[in-house]
């Protein structure tokens, strides 16, 4: 049987990651504190120590947490269609691009965790680092073999990193 | 007749836009302080708003330079060669990514100031967002018309973004 403080703890720790996911799809990993992680979610900064040892150890979790969704909910019910490797990259990337507008946060209307992250991160989050790279090996793997996949998810990641700047977005 | 006092004012504005290109590069722009840009001129915080009024005006003044060079070192140069639209690219993207390991910042290897900004600004610097999106624009005009342009800049800039991540960068 679980009890209420089970309950809550569950509660909280997906409450931090969940608050992770949100801000960090829109916003450079250096602009996100652990203070205002523990604001988005709800929760006293006594208890993120409890959760997660630091920021980048929450971010691994929001990290894995995304790209479980992404990959489950985007890549793969498109990757089933009878569609050729141009067409399913473009599908993957409207995907992306169509979250544009739709974000929690009005001042960051353009998000993409992967992205954001990427671009944002140094050699002094090493794990971080390391994680998105194998994700990023998975999602090319997904896409087509070797520099072909390589290919269409750079033509994804640029497109959405180019639409950061661009009022209207390029054109698809 | 120029005054050493003269000298030293354009002196130290430019030993600041030169600071702010080499944090850029590599940073993300919330990463990257008026405190950091000071200390990478040598120059003190009061002398900074003598000639900025902020750190997106100095940042501005540091996308202009860096748009200059880049279009007039990497990207005609190689526009003038007698290639095809993907060798352009392939080329323009290799003279990127070879700039990985030279960088002034041995923490941040991998550097493209048009890349780390437009992932990490946000609506709170309108004017920085414009200037990148009208050089943006201007890039994809020299690589490409229409959507060609934008696919090729794409290509270069989600190969630049993922390498960051990547510990030998994607296959080219």
Redesign the interface.
């Known amino acids: 049987m679980t009890t209420t403080s089970e309950t809550t703890a569950v509660d909280t720790r997906d409450r931090l990651i969940e608050g992770a996911v949100s801000l960090l799809h ?6 996100v504190g652990v203070k205002a992680l523990c604001e988005v979610a709800g929760v006293r900064k006594g208890s993120f120590y409890h959760f997660f040892s630091s920021k980048e150890d929450l971010t691994l979790a929001a990290l894995d947490l995304s790209w479980e969704r992404f990959r489950s909910a985007v890549i793969e019910p498109i990757l089933t269609q009878d569609l050729d490797v141009e067409e399913q990259t473009t599908a993957i990337r409207d995907a992306c691009l169509d979250t544009r507008g739709h974000g929690p946060h ?4 353009h998000g993409c965790i992967f ?10 989050e090493p794990l971080l ?1 390391a994680r ?2 194998e994700i ?2 998975e999602w ?1 793997g997904l896409l087509g073999e ?2 072909d996949g ?2 269409a ?7 959405l ?2 639409a ?4 209207a977005g ?3």
Do not use: C, K
């Open positions: 829109a916003q450079a990993y250096r602009a009005p001042d960051h209307p992205g954001r992250l990427s671009a944002s991160i140094t050699n002094g680092r998105l790279a990023f090996t090319a070797g520099d390589w290919r998810l750079a033509d994804i990641i640029g497109r990193v180019l950061f700047s661009m009022e390029p054109e698809s």
